[in-house]
């Protein structure tokens, strides 16, 4: 799936596993940190997952944003197959283009077609820029909360 | 979208399983350790997947906008030879890559790596399956081509690495960099086959390409994602894999995955026909831009491993630098990989024989370019017969004993070989080509 729109010309298509290189250097942007082991151990699993349903942002030949995900079912209690939205980076140089919306939408239209009835992600409440993200997009708090024990 | 499951009749499935106890015995390994490596992930089925919902008009060539044969007995008769050949051609590559890969997958360094691509090798032997299917399913294929469906599939199951259709299919694996290599190079090309096929005028093989699409996602990160480690592991000095060695192996693909694609001048046909959208020249070429971009990010993740103190920004400087000539800040530029010129160690295509160097350039002289192609090749793929098949008609080529023509056709490609196939209870003999003879058969060229 791929779409291109407006005044910048993005265009939506899924991950490769060429886009590694360009998704660290977006994390490192954001982070301040390289980190390529990380990444190509969730970007391998999410092409072993769902190649379809992780996307990337292009703009000029050139990744500025990434969202990864996949279609879920069975955990949590949650028996409805679900869309999980669980990592997203958007180049800072490239922000203000509605990068993460045009992502979003890709990847709610991929989770449709695989059967989801919905979409969830967990959101740090201590990122209000992301928060802000999510309920710009519909996303609602949800009674499912997420608890933790350190060990 | 939705996806169904078929099966085939079952004496095919039996000898694709008995085909599989011989040429893929780690494949119960594969499953006993699933949960560990693929926790939470589907197992493996040895099935036909076709994916339903798919456009069901013909998307480009002559017949844009018709409905999509089901049958083969609807396809125009030319459309329909094309196709047999296409899928018997990708029914070998399947096989073939598991034969390649088997030799040389225990010697693999790190579990990991190894289970990616054992688990690789049993999703190749799914689409293999695949491409069995449509031949079974589809009785029209026994018609149209003068084979019974029995005889189609005992020929494709009987290939061995030095039969197979295409001649990245019938070269052995040296070590384990080239399982990975293989996976990166030439997984690649069938990448792009698989899409191509997407849009194929015959419905069946159109819904047969996105679940191979989506397993062969991740082939391509099993081989991708090593190369990275092993440039991380170089830089740091580690003893093992070389960014030398890696150079090599991609020297030694890049040339076969190049001609993949066809001869530079085709693929006219099959995109008149609806079968491709695109010529061989175009995705010949999109191809070689994809490896330019693999390689440049193995050289950024050495230059980073190398001088972690630099910015992203900075190591590309550093990388461009060095792949310009220049020594920067210690690294060299044999210390990085270069992606081979396209007309290098060509043995097909246009630029079939001629003399070119790694780096684009010309060779007169016969002696010193074989000095060269000693220097860029793996030592071991040195001493092998499909190097020695490939010297031997090029000096014939350059003696004016052999057209470039005539030495094209001698390069390992389709021949019947004798053996018993899995699906049959009795040895085949057929007649060799009369032609020269390698892959494991060969008698030594005359001198």
Redesign the interface.
Known sequence: MTSDATATEVKIR?M???D??DIV?ID??IGGE?R?DVW?SR??YY??????GSLVAEVDGEVVGFMLGEVRSGEFGLDETTGWIDQLGVDPEARGQAIGRRLAAGMMEHFR?R?ATSVRTLVDEERDDVRSFFDSLGFEPSTLRPFVKKL | ??TRTALLPKKYHDAVVRWRETFLPDFDYLLDNWDKH?PK?PRFELCAYREMGMCSEVECGDLQGKPKPTRAADLPEEAAHHLYGAIRAQASTEFGSIQQHRLTLSRAQDEQEQI?ILRMMAEELRHGYQMLHLLSEDEDWAALSGHTTSDAIEDILSMTTGSHLLSAFNIDFDSFVDNVTFCALIDRVGKYQLAMQKVSAYQPMAESMPQM??EE??H???G??PM??WA?EAAKGEVYVSMEMMQKAVNKWLPRGLEMFGDERGGGTNVRLGLKPMKNAEAQQQYYD?VV??VK?VD??YV?ARL?ELS?PEAKDVVERVLAGDVVRGIKPEDLIRVPAMDFFRRRGVPAFRMMGVDGESFDELDDYLRHLRGQLPESYLAGVDFRDFVHALRQVDGGELTVADAVSQMPQLRRVAGSCPCSKSVRWVVDDPAHVSGGLSQPPSP
């Open positions: 899924p490769d596993e060429l590694i290189g250097a490192e942007k390289y390529p190509e970007a391998t092409l072993r997952r769902d190649p379809d077609g059967g | 979208m939705s693929f992930e990616w699409l989506r996602a991740f391509l990160a099993a991708v994602v990275r480690r991380t994809e971009k693999l990010d950024m993740r980073r972690p992203m």
